[in-house]
C-alpha cells in the first residue's frame, strides 16, 4: 500500500495552496463537515470561498512521539539522559527544545478546485474522526456544496484509516515556516 502524500507535491501546487491560504485570513469558512454519527457530530473540516479560490481545511491530532533512553532496561530522567549522550557522543551542541509534552496536530490544506490538468499534484480532501475513521472527499461534491451555498455537511467516515507520511509543514506561508526554512539552510551550509 502507498502513503498518502498530506502536502502539495509540485510547486505550483504549493504556491496555489499557500495563495489560498493568506486569501483565508479574516474569512470565515462557509462549509463546516461533520462526523455523520450522530451521537459524535465532531467538526472534521471546512471549506469555502477564498479572493484565489475555494479552499478546504481539516485537521486532527496524533500523539507526539514519545522518546525515552533506557540504559539497561531502566528510563533515564531527562538530566540523565544527557549526561548518558554526552558521555557517550561528547557535549551537546545545541538542542531543538524541550520535549513535546502534548499531541500534534495534523491536516490538510488543499484547494478545492485546483487548475486542470493538476489535480493529482494536490494533496486528496482527508478528514479523519478519532473515533470514528476516516474518509476522502471527492472535490466535485465539495464544490457543488459550496456553490449550492450548503453550511453544514455530515460525512459518514470508517476504518480502515489511511496511510499517510508525515506532512512537511515547512511550505505554508507564514513567519514560522519562513523561519524554518532560514534555519534549515544554514543547516545545510
Given at each position: 500500500?502507498?502513503l ?11 504556491e496555489?495552496?499557500?495563495e489560498?491560504?493568506?486569501a ?5 469558512p462557509?462549509?463546516?463537515i ?6 459524535c457530530?465532531?467538526v472534521?473540516a ?7 479560490g475555494p ?5 486532527w491530532t ?36 524541550p ?6 496536530a495534523?491536516g ?6 485546483p487548475?486542470p ?11 479523519r ?11 466535485v461534491?465539495?464544490?457543488?456544496h459550496?456553490r449550492?451555498?450548503?453550511t ?15 506532512p512537511d509543514?515547512t511550505?505554508?506561508p ?6 524554518q ?6 543547516r545545510?551550509?
Amino acid at each position: 500500500m502507498s502513503l498518502v502524500s498530506l502536502d502539495p507535491t509540485t510547486t505550483e501546487a504549493r504556491e496555489l495552496t499557500a495563495e489560498l491560504i493568506r486569501a483565508s485570513q479574516g474569512r470565515t469558512p462557509s462549509l463546516t463537515i461533520w462526523c455523520a454519527i450522530p451521537q459524535c457530530q465532531t467538526v472534521l473540516a471546512r471549506a469555502g470561498h477564498t479572493s484565489a479560490g475555494p479552499l478546504f481545511t481539516s485537521t486532527w491530532t496524533v500523539p507526539a512521539p514519545r522518546t525515552i533512553t533506557e540504559v539497561n532496561g531502566a528510563p533515564l530522567t531527562r538530566s540523565a539522559e544527557r549526561g548518558f549522550i554526552e558521555s557517550a557522543f561528547g557535549p551537546v551542541a545545541c538542542e531543538s527544545g524541550p520535549p513535546l509534552e502534548r499531541d500534534l496536530a495534523q491536516g490538510v490544506f488543499a484547494a478545492v478546485a485546483p487548475p486542470p490538468g493538476q489535480a493529482d499534484d494536490h494533496p486528496p480532501l482527508l478528514v479523519r474522526c478519532a473515533e470514528h475513521g476516516d474518509a476522502v472527499l471527492d472535490r466535485v461534491e465539495v464544490m457543488a456544496h459550496l456553490r449550492d451555498g450548503r453550511t453544514s455537511w455530515a460525512v459518514a467516515v470508517g476504518f480502515p484509516r489511511v496511510e499517510y507520511a508525515d506532512p512537511d509543514s515547512t511550505w505554508l506561508p507564514g513567519e514560522n515556516s519562513r523561519q524554518q526554512r532560514s534555519r534549515q539552510s544554514r543547516r545545510r551550509r
